[in-house]
C-alpha cells in the first residue's frame, strides 16, 4: 500500500467518524429544541430531527467525497502527515458550519414559536368604558 | 384580548378594499368592524372622542384599551396569522418611527390613493 493510499484511507475514516459523531450530537441534543417549538409534539419532532441529519449527512459526505483528491504526491510519511491535516481540518471546517447553520434554523424555529404570543406589539394611547350592545 | 374593534372610514374607497380584505385573513384575534362615529359606534363607546376617531384609524379592545393611528395599524396587523411577525417587526425601537411616518401620510392622503387606486368614494 503506498503512503498516498494510506493517507486517503486514513482521511476516510477520520472524516466519516467525525461526521457521524457531530450528526449523532445534533440528533440527540437538538430533539429538545423541537419538541418545544412544536408544541410537545414528539412524533413531529423526531421527524423533522431526521430529515435535518439525513440532510446534514448527505452534505457532509459529499464535501468528504468531493475533497478526497489530493492533485500531487505524495512521497513520503511527512508529506502524507501534512496532507491528511489540511484535509482533515476543511472537514472540520464545514462541519463546524454545518453545525451552526443547524443551530441557527433550530434557534428561528423558536423564535417563530415565541413571536406567537399573546403580548400586544405596542402599548394602548387610552382605555374607554365598553358598552356591550 | 380576544376580540378588537376596528372603527374605520366607511367614506373612503381604499378603507373599504382594505376591509375586504381583512375579512378574508386568518385571524388569531377576532375583528369587528364598525363605522367611525356612527350611531353603533357611539352608542359602544359612549365616552370616546368620535370626531377623533374620523382623522384616523382607530381599533378598540374588548376590555376598553384604545389604540389610535399609527398604533391601531400594528394592532390589525398583529391580530392576523401571517402578519403577527410583522406587528412585532414593525413595532421595534428601530422602525417604529418609520413606520408611523408611512401610516400617517398614507392615512392622510386616504382619499386621494382611493382614486389614483381606481377605487370609487
Known amino acids: 500500500m503506498t503512503i498516498a493510499i494510506t493517507t486517503y484511507l486514513i482521511y476516510l475514516a477520520i472524516s466519516i467518524a467525525l461526521t457521524v459523531w457531530v450528526a449523532r450530537t445534533l440528533h440527540k441534543n437538538g430533539r429538545v429544541f423541537l419538541v418545544d417549538v412544536f408544541h410537545g409534539n414528539e412524533a413531529l419532532a423526531d421527524s423533522v430531527n431526521h430529515l435535518l441529519v439525513v440532510g446534514f449527512y448527505l452534505i457532509n459526505f459529499g464535501y468528504v467525497s468531493l475533497a478526497l483528491k489530493l492533485g500531487y504526491a505524495v512521497d513520503d510519511a511527512q508529506k502524507g502527515i501534512e496532507a491528511l491535516s489540511v484535509k482533515v481540518g476543511m472537514v472540520l471546517i464545514v462541519l463546524g458550519a454545518m453545525h451552526f447553520f443547524n443551530l441557527f434554523i433550530f434557534s428561528r424555529m423558536r423564535r417563530r414559536k415565541s413571536v406567537h404570543s399573546n403580548q400586544p406589539p405596542i402599548g394602548p394611547d387610552a382605555f374607554t368604558t365598553v358598552q356591550e350592545a | ?121
Open chain 2, 1 to 121: 384580548m380576544q376580540a378588537l374593534t376596528v372603527l374605520y372610514d366607511q367614506e373612503c374607497g381604499l378603507c373599504r378594499r382594505a376591509h375586504n380584505w381583512l375579512a378574508e385573513q386568518s385571524k388569531l384575534v377576532e375583528l369587528n368592524f364598525v363605522p367611525c362615529a356612527s350611531e353603533d359606534a357611539r352608542k359602544r363607546y359612549p365616552q370616546l372622542n368620535h370626531d377623533l376617531t374620523k382623522k384616523d384609524l382607530t381599533v378598540v379592545s374588548d376590555n376598553g384599551a384604545v389604540y389610535f393611528g399609527p398604533k391601531a395599524w400594528l394592532m390589525v396587523l398583529w391580530a392576523l396569522t401571517q402578519y403577527r411577525d410583522w406587528a412585532y417587526r414593525l413595532a421595534t425601537p428601530e422602525l417604529l418611527p418609520t413606520t408611523k411616518k408611512v401610516v400617517s401620510v398614507i392615512s392622510q392622503n386616504r382619499y386621494q390613493l382611493g382614486r389614483v387606486a381606481g377605487l370609487s368614494r
